[in-house]
Structure formats: C-alpha cells, structure tokens
C-alpha cells in the first residue's frame, strides 16, 4: 500500500515537476512567427485581401537605415483611440500599430480580416460571433506581454469612457445600434459579438485595439488623473443592470447623471470599473512609459518639430529570409504646422525628407529641381488615381449666429449656396487639372470604394440622353468641359438622377447655376439688400426663431494649406456673386478639427475626411455620431427643437442604415446610390473636388517602396540606400 | 553695486504683478474658454458643469485672477493647457524649447553687437569714405528688410540655387539639426551640423538689430567726436586709438546700452517669425500655436514669460550702464 502510494506521489511529483519545466519552455519561447512577406514572390502570406505591394516587391537583402517625412499640420494627441486628426495618427501610428488600414493589429480590412496579432480568426455559421486567438507569446515593445485583459480594458474603460467622447464608438456599434458585446472566452481569445452580421462586420471588429493595460493605468496614476466610477458588463460582456436615480447608459455602461453621483448598483456579472476623466495619453506623456505593438518606439518628440522613431525590437513580424522587421533603424516625422506645404516642400527638394505628397503645382518644380540638383525622383508623382476621401465645405446647424443656423438647416439654401460653387474652376485652377469635381461623399471610381460610386456605369450615353454632353463633347468615356476640362464618365455620379443632373449641369454652365441659385434664394426669400448683400429674414427658421439680418459668412480651413487656402477663395467667389456676403480666414489644423467637433465656431468649414468603403462613415452620416459635423448636437433620440434631427437627416440616416447593414455589395450598393441621390438633394454639406493622390520620392536614397504615405505597411519594408544600395534597388518608381 | 540690483529686482515685481493682471484680463474677456475646447458644443450638460466647476471658471473674475495667481507664485503652474494635455508652462518651455530661445538670442544679441559696434565706430571714424557709404547703405537695407524674407532668401539660395542638400545630405534645412542626427551623441559632426542649422537664423534675427546698432553707434560716436573734451584730448597729444576708444567711445556708447532691454523684444519678434520660417523648436514657435489653438494657459504663460525677459532684459541694461556710467545710480 505504501509503496503504491509512494510511487503515485512519485508520479504525480514527476509529472509535475514536468509540467512547470513546461510552462517555463513554452513562456521563455520567442513569439509565434508571423511570416508576413514572402520574399520570394513579393506577397504578403496569410493575407487574404491585400492589393498592394505587388510582386515588384522583393526583400532587401539588409536591413537598416533611417526615412524621413513630413506632415503639415501638428498632432493633438498621442491616442488613437481619441485622435480625430490624420496628423495625430500619423505619430501614433507607428507605436501601437495601424488602426484604419487593412493591416490592423488583429487583422481587421474593411473587407475582411488577416491573421496578424490573431494567429487564428472564426467567424460564426451565423456571421454574428468573430473569436480572435491571439498569437502565442506576443509581447509589447518592452517587452510585457499582451493579454486579453489589455483588449478589454481598452474597449471598456478606453474608448467607452463617457468623459473621452471618440469616433471609436460609433463604429463598434452594430447594425441596431448596440455596442459590440466583446467577451474574452478563454486565456488567450476574444469574442466579438453583434446580433446581427452585416458586410464589414469582421473588419470593424478586427480592429479592435491591442494597447497595454498597465501602461494606461501608470499614464493615469503618474499624471494624477482622477478617475470615475461606472457601471460596466462583466465577464458575458452583456450590461445586467438597469440603471437607477438620474444614472444613465451610455453604450455599454451605466454612468452617473445630473447629480453627479452614481446611484446604481451592479447587478448579474456586471462590475464598477474606473475610467479615467480626462485624456491620458496626450502630447506631454513621459516617452519611458509608452509601449505598443507597432514596428517603431518613440525615442524622442517635440510636438511641433520633430518626432523620431528607433525600431520596436520585440515586433513580432519578420519576413521569408528571418530578416525581423522593421527593415529601417529609425524613422522621422518632421512636423511642419504653420509654413505647411511651403517649407515641406524645401525639406524635400534639399533631401531632408524622403518623401512628399506635393501640390499639383510642385510636380514641375519637383521635376525641374531634380534634373538641375541631380538628385532622383520617382517620374510618376501623378498617380492618375483620385484621393480617397471628401474635401469639402460644412455648414453649421449649431452655428452660435441664429442668423447663419436658420439658414444652414434650410435644404432650399444649402442647395442654392452647393450651385455656386465652380468645381470646374477648383479642378482647372486649384487642382491644375489634376484631379475631379466631388458632388457627393462616397469615394469616387479608381480607388477601393469605387464599386459603390453611383456613376461607375455611366457611359457617354447616359451624359448625351440627359442633354449634358454632345456627341462631339463626349466620347470614348470622357467628356470634355466648355473649359476644356476632360473627365472620365465613370468618376461622375449618375445623371439620371434629376438632382445629379442639376449638379453636374454647373460644371459645364457655372453662369447659368448662378442665376439658378440666386433665383432659389429670392424664392426662399432671401432677398438682395441694397448694399448688394442678401438679407435673412426674421424667423425664417421657425425652431431657431432668428431675428434677421445680412447673409455674411465667413469659411476657415487650415493655415499651411495652401490648396485649401485657394479653395475656399474660389467658393467665397461664387457665393460672392450671389450676394452672400463671404471671406475666407485660415486657423490652426487641432482648431479646425476641434471647431469641426462641436466648438462654438460660427460661419463654415472647409475641411477633408478620410475615405475608402462608405460603410465606414458610420462615425458621420448618423445623427449623432462623433463627426456628424454639420449638426453636432443632433440626438437621435429627440422630436422637437434644434437638436432633433431634420426631416433630410432622418433620410439619409435610413440610406447609410440600408447601405450599412447588407450582407453583401449589392445590398450596399442600393444604400448607398440612395444615399448619393439624396445627398444631391438636400446638400447637408459641399464637396468640392477630389485630387489625384500625388506622390514624389527620392529614389536616389530609398527605392523600395509602394506609394502609400505614413503608412506602416509601407515604412516597414524600407530600408535606407547610403552604402546599401544594392540590396534595395527593386524599384517601382524608376 | 549689489543694493542698486537688489533694488532693482524688486522693483521688477509690482510692474510683474501688473502685467500678470493685465495678461488674465485678456485672457478671461477672449470668448469662449478651455471646457470649450476640452468638452464641445456637444458636450454634455451635467460633464460641462463638471468640469466648469473643476476649473474654477464658475468663480468671480477676481477670484480666478487670484487662484490663478497663487498657482503661479506657489507652484509655477500657470493652467493646464488643452492642446498638449499637459501643465501650460511645460507646454510653452519643455522639449528644450526654452533652451533653444535663449541660445538664439542670447546669440543674435551678442553677435550683433560684436559685429556691430566696431563697424559703427569704423564708420564714424572714416565719415563719408567709400566704407562708411557701404556700411551705410547694408545699415538701411538690413533694416528695411523683414528678417523672415531674409530667411525665404537663405533658404531658396541653398535648397533651389545651389541644391546643397542634394549635393550633401549634411546641409539639410530646418530645425537645428539634421532629423537623422537627432538624439545622437555630440561629436565633430552633430557640432557643425548644429552650427549650419543654428547660425543662419541667428545671423538673420540679429540682422536688424545688427543694422540699427551701426546706425546708432555712428550717430552718437560722430556726435560725441565733436565735443570739446575730446578737442582736448587730441590737443593733449593722446593718441587717436585712446582718443577714440577710451575717451569717446566710452561715451558714445552709454545711450546703446541703455536701449539694450528694448532690443529684446525685437530680437524676440524677429525670433517669432523665423521659428516658423526654419521650423525651429522654440517657445516662438510654441506660442503662435497656442494663439492659433485658443489655448490660453500657454498664451499667459508666454504672455509672461515674453514680459519676464524683456524686464531682465532692461535690468540687464540698468546693469550695464552703471557698470560703464559711473554717474548713474538709482537712489
């Protein structure tokens, strides 16, 4: 018996001493390999939808070096959940890894998902439940490790706080308007559920951010940031508790109301969490307490100046031959946030910067300068495919002038004031012809999003049947402008639509959409003054009650662009003419954005969204949402008054809703060519033209690289040309 | 002498709380204010109170003013700014900005008189020569041209006329060093990299001042050169050199040193542009932002920061003067 039981406590003593041995060897193990470029062909491995770099693309045979580029403006933070500003995800980027691209940290494209810090992804029969396994042994850049834990407490007590309002949160919202429910069902995973699928639904979800817990709870606690009691979901990541007193749930939690207090009390598995009250992760952070999961640290930064990278060397990727990216040693941002364009353009052209996303009027300067410096430049600065995204003019419903609000919530007025505005002369004179007149906000033909353009069947037929073109002024696709402004068909909403038509009948007859808008003004009663200014009327909204007065306006847009700059003169011109008195003044790019998000700002704005698939305007067309900028106090939820939603918004509401919530892209594409039409109609907001995406490159120093600017996907396989170029010379842009 | 800079100093701190009050009042009467910015227009009530109350802005003006006052006399904390997310003063002089004005012009300053004064009493001494016209003339040009079109000019020789930075990656622009050579160890070549970013908008900021400074000099030295005591001097056999420097000079120069404290804030408005021109981390640069962003705390901060240098600038002035003007002493 004894000895029995002595050999069972051998045994079980053995197995586990075996079983910490272990532990131990798989803990000491180096991260799951992800081989995500395959030297070989040029491809990336486990990626299912990736459309760029192509097979041009070979690994450099060494590594190191250091790139250079610039942004103009300055950024406003350094968290990317709360950023709203492309400067300031161009800083951050780099350390926590990209969020808006299709190579996010759990894999997330807008059309689908990648393993990346997910080794495995599974996707529900019903399409409703995506389960991420995070890699094995994934460590953040000093080393720590990651943890389901981390993932969590930056969906909850990140980008939910109710005191860090963020774009985040309308896009992990589901098609009915609940939170995503995100669980974590084992050590190692997280569950991301919505009850019903719709089409980007894997990618939203994907995109989940992977950020350290304990390095956002030592920014709270080494800045003396008070933090704040709320309510959150528990381990079923679904809210038990109703909520009591004046305390109120916001997205998935309960917080505290008028008074202050928080008078609920947790019920089921839902548990009090802290959330900080103010941001954390701002400009001024010690750089020592910073750790990600992206190619790059920031070694040092000066907020306005410079911010300088060295390579993460615990990122966890690595290429076919071994070779642990990042390729570069370092990387810099030169930050340029007043001379902007000017002096981004002489960093470049004296070899400062290594790349340059120039003006169109900088190509032949770039070109020239070239030539006559000896220095190389990729000769395709002029990619020929139109920017993604909106540039546009956004009237303010909340404008502190009742004056200017009554007038901005009237469609008649958007309308008439969208007329006069010569996108033709934008395109010709602004644009120097490098680009396209933009009507509404989904992305134009020739980029991702061009299979949901309205116009991406158009044919010069269908412009000659309307009466917009003639034989002789439209052929082979491109219909060419009084002005002799060419433009391809399909980059061109439908003009079957009889709103559409109105529009693009300006571009060919601006004098004539002159006369139409001042005529819609008359009728709206907006009469000229005698000093030759349009007078608004008393009352002329009957929820804002305006006592009347002169239609003066003034736009802003940010200093250092000088596009916008010439922009904004060319639409003052327009509504010149029609008597609306008009002036353009510039401001800082965080004053823009933080004016575009809800300050008190009166007059118009002239500013630029990023773009791709429409469903991702999920943070702009609801009312409601974080960037529904042209009616920031807009509630979904109230009937009466000024922050109710307007009969317009309610419609293009239910368009985006249509277009979002399909499964599929012919279900989107009804959505969203209905959102088009409509947004023809009613104008919440002006476009104005989109650019071709320009791109100029030093190839004398850096060749290996796919065109896309600030991106990680594109910085990571760089490497530096001084001593090296021969191993870097798989070039594209020669 | 210690008394006199004691005395001196202190009267330095009621003009300071003047000021102090003078910056807090156009501050509270500028429209809008931080939970503005902090919260938006969409901010919801019950968080706008919260944080209105958190920052005291609920309070009388005064009542502010002096909380306001208090945190800066007890714990330098002038507010916290909105932009950087962080204390205001951090925000106006961390990243070494603070290091970087002072070096620029404490450079601008010291070069432009090193240069100046010599050729001002150069071009006194040798009165309509073909020098004297020469100096003449570069005296008006440099001081009829703004100092940011010089830094245009610089910048359009180096980088579209002689492409320097394509020929050698060593002379890039902007900034004070090359972005490569960040964060490196100080050896030979950071050092004069350094010195190819840091020189031409020292030179440039000081060229007003450089080219006021001669004028000056000349008028008062020519001025002091026809006065009877130094007719005495000659007539007692004295060398020209002791003439002209010990007796003369000595002299001519009084009034410029007293206008040394008045320098500054050209130097510092000179400075303001140029930070932008060169993309040079300054506290210049920092404040035309914050202007631009409405944040206030960092304007106040620079507001008195500005005021703070230019009254040391001044005392450094009265320092000076008693220094080479026996007769001058406050009482």
């Given at each position: 018996?004894?000895?029995?039981?002595?050999?069972?406590?051998?045994?079980?003593?053995?197995?586990?001493?075996?079983?910490?041995?272990?532990?131990?060897?798989?803990?000491?193990?180096?991260?799951?390999?992800?081989?995500?470029?395959?030297?070989?062909?040029?491809?990336?491995?486990?990626?299912?939808?990736?459309?760029?770099?192509?097979?041009?693309?070979?690994?450099?045979?060494?590594?190191?070096?250091?790139?250079?580029?610039?942004?103009?403006?300055?950024?406003?933070?350094?968290?990317?959940?709360?950023?709203?500003?492309?400067?300031?995800?161009?800083?951050?980027?780099?350390?926590?890894?990209?969020?808006?691209?299709?190579?996010?940290?759990?894999?997330?494209?807008?059309?689908?998902?990648?393993?990346?810090?997910?080794?495995?992804?599974?996707?529900?029969?019903?399409?409703?439940?995506?389960?991420?396994?995070?890699?094995?042994?994934?460590?953040?850049?000093?080393?720590?490790?990651?943890?389901?834990?981390?993932?969590?407490?930056?969906?909850?007590?990140?980008?939910?706080?109710?005191?860090?309002?963020?774009?985040?949160?309308?896009?992990?919202?589901?098609?009915?308007?609940?939170?995503?429910?995100?669980?974590?069902?084992?050590?190692?995973?997280?569950?991301?559920?919505?009850?019903?699928?719709?089409?980007?639904?894997?990618?939203?979800?994907?995109?989940?951010?992977?950020?350290?817990?304990?390095?956002?709870?030592?920014?709270?606690?080494?800045?003396?940031?008070?933090?704040?009691?709320?309510?959150?979901?528990?381990?079923?990541?679904?809210?038990?508790?109703?909520?009591?007193?004046?305390?109120?749930?916001?997205?998935?939690?309960?917080?505290?109301?008028?008074?202050?207090?928080?008078?609920?009390?947790?019920?089921?598995?839902?548990?009090?969490?802290?959330?900080?009250?103010?941001?954390?992760?701002?400009?001024?952070?010690?750089?020592?307490?910073?750790?990600?999961?992206?190619?790059?640290?920031?070694?040092?930064?000066?907020?306005?100046?410079?911010?300088?990278?060295?390579?993460?060397?615990?990122?966890?990727?690595?290429?076919?031959?071994?070779?642990?990216?990042?390729?570069?040693?370092?990387?810099?941002?030169?930050?340029?946030?007043?001379?902007?364009?000017?002096?981004?353009?002489?960093?470049?052209?004296?070899?400062?910067?290594?790349?340059?996303?120039?003006?169109?009027?900088?190509?032949?300067?770039?070109?020239?300068?070239?030539?006559?410096?000896?220095?190389?430049?990729?000769?395709?600065?002029?990619?020929?495919?139109?920017?993604?995204?909106?540039?546009?003019?956004?009237?303010?419903?909340?404008?502190?002038?009742?004056?200017?609000?009554?007038?901005?919530?009237?469609?008649?007025?958007?309308?008439?004031?969208?007329?006069?505005?010569?996108?033709?002369?934008?395109?010709?004179?602004?644009?120097?012809?490098?680009?396209?007149?933009?009507?509404?906000?989904?992305?134009?033909?020739?980029?991702?999003?061009?299979?949901?353009?309205?116009?991406?069947?158009?044919?010069?037929?269908?412009?000659?049947?309307?009466?917009?073109?003639?034989?002789?002024?439209?052929?082979?696709?491109?219909?060419?402008?009084?002005?002799?402004?060419?433009?391809?068909?399909?980059?061109?909403?439908?003009?079957?639509?009889?709103?559409?038509?109105?529009?693009?009948?300006?571009?060919?007859?601006?004098?004539?959409?002159?006369?139409?808008?001042?005529?819609?003004?008359?009728?709206?009663?907006?009469?000229?003054?005698?000093?030759?200014?349009?007078?608004?009327?008393?009352?002329?909204?009957?929820?804002?009650?305006?006592?009347?007065?002169?239609?003066?306006?003034?736009?802003?847009?940010?200093?250092?662009?000088?596009?916008?700059?010439?922009?904004?003169?060319?639409?003052?011109?327009?509504?010149?003419?029609?008597?609306?008195?008009?002036?353009?003044?510039?401001?800082?790019?965080?004053?823009?954005?933080?004016?575009?998000?809800?300050?008190?700002?009166?007059?118009?704005?002239?500013?630029?969204?990023?773009?791709?698939?429409?469903?991702?305007?999920?943070?702009?067309?609801?009312?409601?949402?974080?960037?529904?900028?042209?009616?920031?106090?807009?509630?979904?939820?109230?009937?009466?008054?000024?922050?109710?939603?307007?009969?317009?918004?309610?419609?293009?509401?239910?368009?985006?809703?249509?277009?979002?919530?399909?499964?599929?892209?012919?279900?989107?594409?009804?959505?969203?060519?209905?959102?088009?039409?409509?947004?023809?109609?009613?104008?919440?907001?002006?476009?104005?033209?989109?650019?071709?995406?320009?791109?100029?490159?030093?190839?004398?120093?850096?060749?290996?690289?796919?065109?896309?600017?600030?991106?990680?996907?594109?910085?990571?396989?760089?490497?530096?040309?001084?001593?090296?170029?021969?191993?870097?010379?798989?070039?594209?842009?020669? | 002498m210690?008394?006199f800079i004691?005395r001196r100093?202190?009267?330095?701190?009621?003009?300071?709380?003047?000021?102090?009050?003078?910056?807090?009042?156009?501050?509270?009467?500028?429209?809008?204010?931080?939970?503005?910015?902090?919260?938006?227009?969409?901010?919801?009530?019950?968080?706008?109170?919260?944080?209105?109350?958190?920052?005291?802005?609920?309070?009388?003006?005064?009542?502010?003013?002096?909380?306001?006052?208090?945190?800066?006399?007890?714990?330098?904390?002038?507010?916290?700014?909105?932009?950087?997310?962080?204390?205001?003063?951090?925000?106006?002089?961390?990243?070494?900005?603070?290091?970087?004005?002072?070096?620029?012009?404490?450079?601008s300053m010291l070069i432009s008189w090193l240069i100046a004064v010599p050729i001002g009493i150069y071009s006194a001494t040798h009165k309509y020569s073909i020098a004297d016209h020469t100096f003449t003339l570069l005296g008006f040009l440099g001081l009829s041209?703004?100092?940011?079109?010089?830094?245009?000019?610089?910048?359009?020789?180096?980088?579209?006329?002689?492409?320097?930075?394509?020929?050698?990656?060593?002379?890039?622009?902007?900034?004070?060093?090359?972005?490569?050579?960040?964060?490196?160890?100080?050896?030979?070549?950071?050092?004069?990299?350094?010195?190819?970013?840091?020189?031409?908008?020292?030179?440039?900021?000081g060229a007003a001042s450089m080219a006021a400074i001669i004028r000056y000099m000349r008028g008062s030295l020519l001025d002091v050169l026809g006065m009877e005591y130094v007719q005495t001097a000659r007539a007692k056999g004295l060398r020209e050199r002791v003439v002209i420097w010990k007796h003369a000079v000595r002299n001519a120069i009084n009034p410029l040193i007293s206008m040394l404290g008045f320098w500054v804030p050209y130097l510092?408005?000179?400075?303001?542009?140029?930070?932008?021109?060169?993309?040079?981390?300054?506290?210049?640069?920092?404040?035309?932002?914050?202007?631009?962003?409405?944040?206030?705390?960092?304007?106040?901060?620079?507001?008195?920061?500005?005021?703070?240098?230019?009254?040391?600038g001044n005392l450094a002035a009265d320092i000076l003067l008693a220094i080479s003007d026996p007769k001058i002493r406050y009482e």
């Amino acid at each position: 018996m004894n000895k029995c039981v002595r050999s069972l406590m051998v045994l079980f003593v053995a197995v586990g001493v075996l079983a910490m041995v272990g532990t131990v060897v798989l803990a000491g193990l180096p991260a799951e390999p992800l081989t995500i470029l395959n030297c070989k062909t040029g491809q990336y491995d486990n990626i299912t939808v990736r459309t760029e770099p192509g097979p041009e693309y070979a690994c450099p045979t060494k590594a190191g070096g250091s790139y250079t580029y610039a942004i103009i403006a300055s950024p406003s933070t350094l968290n990317p959940v709360t950023a709203s500003d492309t400067a300031s995800d161009s800083i951050s980027d780099h350390i926590f890894g990209t969020f808006y691209t299709g190579y996010s940290l759990l894999g997330a494209g807008a059309q689908g998902t990648d393993p990346q810090v997910a080794s495995v992804i599974n996707v529900s029969k019903d399409g409703t439940t995506v389960t991420y396994t995070l890699r094995k042994g994934l460590v953040y850049s000093d080393g720590s490790p990651v943890t389901t834990d981390d993932i969590l407490y930056w969906y909850r007590n990140v980008v939910w706080d109710p005191n860090l309002p963020n774009s985040n949160q309308d896009s992990f919202t589901c098609t009915d308007g609940s939170p995503f429910v995100v669980t974590s069902p084992a050590a190692n995973q997280i569950q991301v559920h919505c009850p019903q699928p719709f089409r980007t639904y894997t990618g939203v979800a994907g995109a989940m951010y992977v950020m350290s817990k304990p390095m956002a709870l030592e920014l709270i606690k080494s800045q003396g940031i008070a933090t704040q009691k709320i309510i959150g979901p528990g381990p079923n990541g679904v809210l038990d508790t109703k909520p009591a007193g004046d305390d109120k749930v916001s997205g998935p939690d309960i917080g505290a109301g008028k008074d202050g207090t928080l008078n609920t009390t947790p019920a089921g598995d839902d548990t009090i969490i802290e959330v900080p009250t103010q941001e954390f992760l701002g400009l001024g952070v010690n750089l020592k307490q910073l750790r990600g999961l992206g190619p790059f640290v920031l070694s040092s930064f000066q907020s306005d100046s410079l911010a300088k990278y060295a390579r993460n060397p615990n990122f966890y990727e690595s290429d076919s031959n071994g070779t642990q990216l990042p390729y570069l040693n370092s990387l810099q941002i030169v930050i340029i946030p007043t001379a902007g364009f000017n002096l981004a353009l002489s960093d470049f052209l004296n070899g400062t910067t290594d790349e340059y996303g120039p003006r169109p009027q900088d190509i032949s300067v770039i070109l020239s300068q070239a030539a006559a410096g000896g220095f190389g430049v990729n000769q395709d600065i002029n990619t020929g495919i139109a920017n993604a995204g909106e540039t546009f003019v956004t009237p303010n419903f909340d404008d502190p002038d009742p004056n200017l609000a009554a007038v901005a919530r009237n469609p008649a007025v958007r309308k008439a004031l969208f007329l006069a505005i010569d996108r033709a002369s934008l395109v010709n004179n602004v644009l120097l012809g490098i680009g396209t007149p933009q009507l509404n906000p989904v992305t134009i033909s020739g980029t991702s999003g061009s299979q949901f353009f309205s116009g991406r069947n158009n044919t010069c037929a269908t412009f000659i049947k309307t009466g917009l073109a003639d034989a002789s002024s439209c052929t082979n696709g491109v219909w060419t402008l009084s002005n002799g402004l060419p433009l391809t068909v399909t980059n061109l909403p439908d003009p079957s639509n009889a709103d559409v038509a109105e529009e693009l009948s300006c571009l060919n007859d601006f004098a004539g959409c002159l006369t139409k808008a001042g005529a819609m003004l008359d009728a709206a009663g907006i009469k000229l003054g005698a000093d030759g200014v349009r007078q608004i009327p008393a009352n002329f909204d009957p929820v804002v009650k305006n006592p009347g007065g002169a239609f003066s306006v003034q736009i802003v847009t940010n200093t250092g662009n000088t596009i916008r700059v010439e922009m904004e003169k060319v639409v003052c011109n327009g509504w010149n003419q029609i008597g609306v008195k008009c002036s353009a003044v510039t401001t800082s790019f965080p004053t823009l954005v933080h004016q575009l998000l809800g300050g008190t700002f009166t007059g118009y704005i002239l500013i630029g969204l990023t773009g791709g698939d429409p469903a991702g305007a999920a943070n702009v067309i609801r009312c409601g949402t974080f960037l529904h900028m042209w009616h920031v106090s807009c509630d979904p939820t109230a009937t009466s008054g000024l922050t109710a939603p307007t009969a317009d918004e309610v419609i293009l509401d239910k368009d985006f809703a249509q277009g979002r919530s399909a499964t599929d892209v012919a279900g989107a594409q009804v959505g969203f060519d209905k959102e088009q039409t409509d947004f023809a109609k009613y104008v919440p907001y002006y476009h104005l033209a989109a650019g071709n995406a320009l791109f100029a490159e030093r190839t004398d120093r850096i060749s290996n690289t796919g065109g896309a600017i600030n991106a990680n996907d594109d910085v990571k396989f760089r490497c530096d040309l001084p001593g090296q170029q021969p191993s870097c010379n798989n070039a594209p842009h020669q | 002498m210690p008394s006199f800079i004691a005395r001196r100093f202190l009267y330095m701190l009621p003009i300071l709380l003047v000021v102090t009050f003078i910056i807090f009042l156009l501050m509270y009467f500028q429209p809008g204010n931080a939970v503005d910015k902090l919260c938006g227009l969409a901010c919801p009530k019950e968080l706008r109170a919260q944080l209105i109350a958190h920052y005291g802005l609920n309070k009388p003006m005064l009542v502010q003013y002096f909380n306001w006052l208090k945190g800066v006399v007890t714990q330098l904390d002038f507010g916290y700014s909105t932009s950087y997310q962080g204390p205001a003063l951090q925000a106006l002089l961390g990243e070494n900005r603070w290091l970087y004005t002072l070096l620029v012009l404490s450079a601008s300053m010291l070069i432009s008189w090193l240069i100046a004064v010599p050729i001002g009493i150069y071009s006194a001494t040798h009165k309509y020569s073909i020098a004297d016209h020469t100096f003449t003339l570069l005296g008006f040009l440099g001081l009829s041209i703004p100092n940011f079109i010089l830094g245009l000019l610089f910048l359009w020789l180096v980088v579209g006329v002689f492409h320097l930075g394509s020929i050698n990656h060593f002379f890039q622009v902007g900034g004070f060093l090359n972005p490569g050579l960040m964060g490196k160890p100080w050896n030979l070549t950071v050092v004069l990299n350094f010195l190819w970013h840091f020189l031409p908008p020292v030179f440039i900021i000081g060229a007003a001042s450089m080219a006021a400074i001669i004028r000056y000099m000349r008028g008062s030295l020519l001025d002091v050169l026809g006065m009877e005591y130094v007719q005495t001097a000659r007539a007692k056999g004295l060398r020209e050199r002791v003439v002209i420097w010990k007796h003369a000079v000595r002299n001519a120069i009084n009034p410029l040193i007293s206008m040394l404290g008045f320098w500054v804030p050209y130097l510092m408005e000179g400075a303001l542009i140029i930070a932008v021109v060169f993309n040079l981390p300054q506290i210049e640069k920092t404040f035309i932002q914050a202007i631009e962003n409405r944040d206030n705390p960092v304007v106040m901060s620079g507001l008195f920061v500005f005021s703070v240098i230019l009254l040391l600038g001044n005392l450094a002035a009265d320092i000076l003067l008693a220094i080479s003007d026996p007769k001058i002493r406050y009482e």
